[in-house]
């Protein structure tokens, strides 16, 4: 098993920046890819970014393109997601999730193994 837990949620002004946190632990040597996704009210979740451990593939939505980096600290067993340039519309709960398949899309919700708990990013215009 692999337990995930974000952290660095919180309220923001339009075009402020926030830097969320996912710390892996259990068998992190299991995963491959680890990815962000997040769910506004009303919405289905969606693929926000996701890339490998040995960080030679990254995948972003059109969305965040430009505005949001993924990266990893490997030693700690933690990835992050800095997000600048916020608009309302980034506002969502968002969740960390890691997968042992390497194959299918990164942006494959269902390939995901692993889920946490959620952080809630609330930009106000």
């Known amino acids: 098993q692999v337990q995930l837990v974000e952290s660095g949620g919180g309220l923001v002004q339009a075009g402020g920046s926030l830097r969320l946190s996912c710390s892996a632990s259990?068998?992190?040597?299991?995963?491959?890819?680890m990815g962000w996704f997040r769910q506004a009210p009303g919405k289905e979740r969606e693929f926000v970014a996701a890339d490998n451990w040995s960080g030679t593939k990254t995948t972003y939505a059109e969305s965040v393109k430009g505005r949001f980096i993924i990266s990893r600290d490997n030693a700690k067993n933690t990835v992050y997601l800095q997000m600048n340039s916020l608009k309302p519309e980034d506002t969502a709960v968002y969740y960390c999730?890691?997968?042992?398949?390497?194959?299918?899309?990164?942006?494959?919700?269902?390939?995901?193994?692993?889920w946490g708990q959620g952080t809630q990013v609330t930009v106000s215009s």
């Open positions: 259990g068998r992190t040597s299991s995963t491959y890819v």
């Open positions: 999730a890691a997968r042992r398949d390497a194959y299918s899309a990164y942006e494959s919700r269902a390939a995901y193994n692993y």
